[in-house]
Each structure stands twice: as C-alpha cells, then as structure tokens.
C-alpha cells in the first residue's frame, strides 16, 4: 500500500433509511386490536429497566460498589472488572448523557445450554442499545448496540455478561474508554466546543489534532458553508482493535483516518459524527498530511446530511481531498505523483474513475483518489467552486447511471462528458508535465 492511499482512504459509516408514504384505494383496513399484556413480561421488563438505569448511574459516577452490587453470580469475573475498568476510564469524559434502553426488536431465545451455564430462574438476551453524548460536540445523543445476557435471582436482576452470545446475532459496540484511559481535550471551535478523545500513547497525534481543528473548521466551512454544526468529536486509537471497533470495522488496517455517523434520516440531524484516526496516523502523517486529512474528513462530516450512501466514490472523494489541499500552495506534481507519472508514461486520462477502483488497494487505487483530487480541481479552477459544490450536490444523491452522471455533468459545468473528460485530460496532462 502507498502512503497516498493510507492518508486519503475515507470510509463514511452507516446506512440511508429512507421514510415514504404511500396510499392506497378503497375502504381504510380495519385496525388490530393490541394484544393483551403478559404480566410477566411486563414485569421482566420493567425489572431490566430498572436493572439498565442502576447500571448507568454506577458507570456514569464510577461506583465501583454498585458495579458489583448489580453483577449477577455466575457472571465471569472478568466481566466486573471490565466494567470496573470502563467507568474508571470514562470518568474524565464529560457526558451530556449516558443511559441504557431496551430498543423494540423481535426476541431471540437464550440458547438452553447458555440458561443453564447461568442458573437463575430466568435468563433474558433484551435487545438493548446504549445511549450517550459527550457534552460540547454532541448536540443530540448517539446510540450503539449492546450483547447483554441478563438474569433473574432471588426476585431480582442482575448483569450477566456483555459479550456476544452463541446463537444471537448481536454484538456489543466498545468505545475509547473500553480500551484504555482516555485523554479529554477540549478545543473551541466556530461551532461551539469541539473535542479530541485521545490516549496518553497518542499525546503528539492528540496535540496536532487540538492545534490544527479550530483553522479545519473554518476552512471546511468556508468551501462548503455553515449549514452544519461546526464542531465534532475527535477520536486518536491505540491499537488497531480500538480503531476498527471505533470505525464499525470497515476500516482497514493501511487507513490513517475515517470519518463516522449514526444512520442518515433526510431532514434529521445527523449523530454520532466522529473523526477516527488510527493508531499508525501519527507515524505516517507528517504535518502537512495531517491538516489535510483533518479538514477532508471534515468535509465528509459536514455533507454528511446532503450525502447518500452508493454516490460515486470519485466525486465523494474527489470533493473531500480538493477541500484537504485547498489553499495549500502545493504543486499538481506532489499532490498527485502517481497520477504525473502515469500521464507522462502513457497519457492523459480518458475515463472516470470506477468505485471498484478505490477500493482494490495499491496502485490503481492511489490512481483512483489522485484522479478524484484532479477532477474536483479542475471543476474548481475551470468552472469555480460553486460550480463544484453544485456537482456534488447532483451525484451525492445516491447510485447513478452513466446516463445520470452524464446529466448531472451538463447541467453543471454545460459541456457533454465526452468534452468534459477530453477536456479534464487535457488539464491534467498541462499540469503534471
């Protein structure tokens, strides 16, 4: 893997979920009538409740004490400590919120021969969700998936584990603190109060990014405007289990920074936006690299509520590495060597780049993003940037077809793509002579 592609490799996390309406002809359909309660059920889960804001409180004040209290018997003792050691760990983060929830998803019966390892009169598997936001660059909370195996002793219910379970398909998402001590700096930003969430191994990476964010922002904001928070939460990793965990393990190893958020609903605010950095960033990333990737995965997180999931990755890209170098005063030849090389050797471009391109690794995929950069600076210097902001408002919105892209092209910069491209080429090829 080159450097180019370790430094600008971007992964936005999450999914569109789209809400429509529809209607339908003839007589409105009769309504169901509830079901009838189960007292028992009603009475577990009123239980577990409890059972959820007992443990957030203990976590959310680093009570030890009542950690223990609330762990059952035939939990490992592993597990207490584990809790023990993330409430510790938390304890300097300032948290706006910090609960647990039993989210409404069909139930999976805990498998018998995990009841009967654990022993109780009852063993519930809940589908629960952690809910938390960390006071300055969250305005709304975000929340993450929790493996929980829960148990009933004694009229009473206690924790059991949080580890997945064999048989049910849940896994529990772990944060900065469940990996260790997490440094707090808080930095003001155009927004409000941004953060980075660093670890003391990290101290250099963490000083640079403090240094570089309250200028990234402003940056970002001047390219694509202010109709975003300006403000996040940054993230430095000590180990590569931390940074995929951090990044929802879609990260690979060679990736020096990604950017994250909660499921897009249009209209809705976004949450859970966090810049991730890997634990080797501050090894790879020399200053210079570091400003740049700061402010292109702050581009990511500020059109994230403009952007849709399967939009094609050279204009994604493109926008967010034309947006890292910008005002830089850095050469065509050192932005983009490979690309200079492979135009030297064999000509200028003649296609657009394809998303499977950016994603093969090596070579062809430092060609892809280098090509990307081009073409967003060429969009840039030729027709200007508000020209390139109105191109990637018409191809972030989703998969497009040849024919589509070819549309978006003409209404934006008014030429045909085969014009376009020559044209592209032709830039290219002038600059990196």
Request: aromatic share 8%; with cysteine.
């Amino acid at each position: 893997m080159t450097v180019r592609r370790s430094f600008l490799a971007a992964v936005l996390v999450g999914a569109l979920v789209w809400v429509s309406g529809c209607t339908a002809s003839g007589p409105p359909a009769e309504s169901t009538p509830p079901m009838p309660s189960n007292p028992y059920e009603d009475q577990r889960q009123a239980g577990v409740e409890q059972l959820l804001a007992d443990w957030a409180d203990a976590v959310s004040s680093n009570d030890a004490a009542a950690l223990e209290a609330l762990v059952d018997p035939a939990a490992s003792p592993e597990f207490l400590q584990s809790l023990i050691r993330t409430a510790s760990n938390l304890s300097d983060v300032p948290l706006s919120e910090w609960g647990y929830e039993i989210v409404d998803e069909p139930e999976t019966p805990v498998p018998s021969e995990v009841a009967e390892r654990v022993g109780a009169a009852d063993v519930w598997a809940p589908s629960v969700v952690l809910r938390y936001g960390v006071d300055g660059p969250d305005d709304l909370p975000t929340r993450r998936p929790i493996s929980l195996l829960v148990a009933e002793r004694d009229d009473r219910w206690r924790l059991v584990s949080d580890t997945d379970i064999p048989g049910i398909d849940r896994h529990t998402w772990r944060g900065p603190w469940d990996f260790g001590p997490v440094t707090v700096t808080p930095i003001a930003t155009a927004g409000g109060t941004s953060m980075v969430l660093g670890k003391r191994e990290q101290d250099l990476l963490t000083s640079r990014l403090a240094t570089e964010l309250p200028a990234a922002v402003e940056a970002v904001a001047d390219f694509v405007g202010d109709d975003w928070p300006r403000k996040t939460l940054v993230v430095t990793t000590s180990s590569t289990d931390e940074f995929l965990a951090s990044a929802g393990g879609v990260a690979g190893p060679d990736v020096a920074a990604v950017s994250v958020s909660d499921f897009v609903v249009p209209g809705d605010p976004v949450t859970g936006q966090r810049v991730i950095f890997s634990p080797s960033a501050a090894e790879r990333l020399t200053d210079f690299t570091t400003r740049s990737v700061l402010r292109h995965e702050l581009t990511h997180i500020a059109a994230r509520a403009n952007t849709v999931d399967g939009s094609p990755t050279w204009m994604l890209e493109g926008f967010a590495d034309y947006s890292g170098y910008r005002g830089s005063g850095v050469d065509f030849a050192t932005l983009a060597p490979t690309l200079s090389r492979a135009v030297r050797a064999g000509g200028p471009p003649t296609v657009l780049p394809a998303d499977s391109d950016f994603s093969t690794g090596g070579l062809r995929s430092t060609l892809a993003y280098e090509s990307a950069w081009s073409l967003a600076a060429f969009v840039a210097e030729r027709y200007g940037e508000q020209v390139l902001r109105d191109l990637y408002a018409q191809l972030a919105t989703g998969p497009h077809t040849d024919a589509e892209i070819s549309a978006g092209l003409e209404v934006t910069v008014g030429s045909r793509p085969d014009t376009f491209i020559a044209d592209w080429g032709a830039w290219v090829a002038q600059n990196a002579s």
